[in-house]
């Protein structure tokens, strides 16, 4: 597990997915990056897209929220 404690942290390879869930109240996620951000360069995949198969531990009666741009993205074909 990942904390402000153990100082850990972990590589996203350039064009790699990501997602994470937090279960706690509050979160901070910081980003290292190798180059400005540009939005047009921007892609994602939706957090239940079937052909990926994630199994997110969300808890009964949770309810997620995900940003704008999150919800909008298209399943994989």
Same mark, same amino acid.
């Given at each position: 597990?990942? +904390?402000?404690?153990? *100082? ?5 390879? #350039?064009?790699? #997915? ?5 279960? +706690? ?9 190798? @180059?400005?951000?540009?939005?047009? @360069?921007?892609?994602? &995949?939706?957090?239940?897209?079937? *052909? &990926?198969?994630?199994?997110?531990? &969300? ?11 999150? *919800? ?6």
């Amino acid at each position: 597990m990942l +904390s402000a404690e153990n *100082k850990k942290q972990f590589l996203i390879p #350039a064009g790699f #997915a990501h997602g994470f869930l937090v279960l +706690s109240k509050r979160a901070e996620f910081c980003y290292k990056v190798t @180059d400005f951000f540009h939005p047009d @360069d921007e892609g994602g &995949i939706p957090w239940d897209d079937p *052909k &990926i198969g994630v199994e997110w531990p &969300i808890p009964p009666g949770m309810t997620l929220q995900l940003s704008e741009k999150d *919800k909008h993205w298209e399943y994989l074909k």
